[in-house]
């Protein structure tokens, strides 16, 4: 068998490298950024430019975007780009100049920040782990107080909702 440095398996770049997903991250930026200037010549001269530009972005962009992510230790830079994006596009939604407050933007457009999907994308992941995957679940109940980087995320986002592990496994034992 041979050894490769990259592998693409179902949509996810994974390379033989510390942060195994550094690369698909990458990409899902790139790609985020190439949306941005799409969903311009989509909107150009319609009417309901804001509402058209908005479905678009939830429907079709953003999945493609998240794809896997929840999988992935995103870094603060990572989650501020994307975010930074998104406001890009919405204030181009509402023709609203660059420097306009983001929270302004967010509430009349109605869009999550990458921060809140990313700690609902990775809460639904370990849920889903641990009610459909008896031997994952094992092996991260195993290294929960280990310091790997994707569960000292999840073990962040459950901090900040308030909800320990243990309440995490019970809940869902009761399901």
């Not at 830079?77 to 994006?85: E, M, R, S, V, W």
């Not at 306009?100 to 809460?123: F, V, W």
């Amino acid at each position: 068998m041979t050894k490769v440095k990259r592998i693409k398996y179902l949509g996810m770049v994974m390379e033989d490298t510390r942060n195994i997903f550094k690369k698909h991250i990458e990409e899902k930026i790139k790609k985020a950024e190439r949306y941005k200037f799409w969903i311009n010549e989509i909107v150009k001269g319609k009417v309901y430019k804001a509402k058209i530009g908005k479905t678009f972005w939830k429907g079709a962009v953003l999945p493609t975007i998240l794809h896997g992510m929840a999988a992935c230790k995103l870094r603060k830079l990572d989650i501020a780009k994307l975010d930074k994006i998104q406001n890009m596009v919405m204030k181009r939604l509402l023709d609203l100049p660059n420097r306009a407050p983001n929270c302004y933007t967010q509430g009349e457009m109605g869009y999550s920040t990458q921060h809140y999907r990313d700690m609902i994308g990775k809460l639904t992941l370990l849920h889903h782990i641990f009610e459909n995957n008896e031997k994952l679940a094992k092996l991260i109940s195993q290294e929960w107080d280990k310091g790997h980087n994707w569960i000292n995320q999840c073990r962040e986002y459950l901090m900040k909702i308030d909800i320990t592990f243990a309440d995490l496994i019970n809940k869902i034992g009761r399901a």
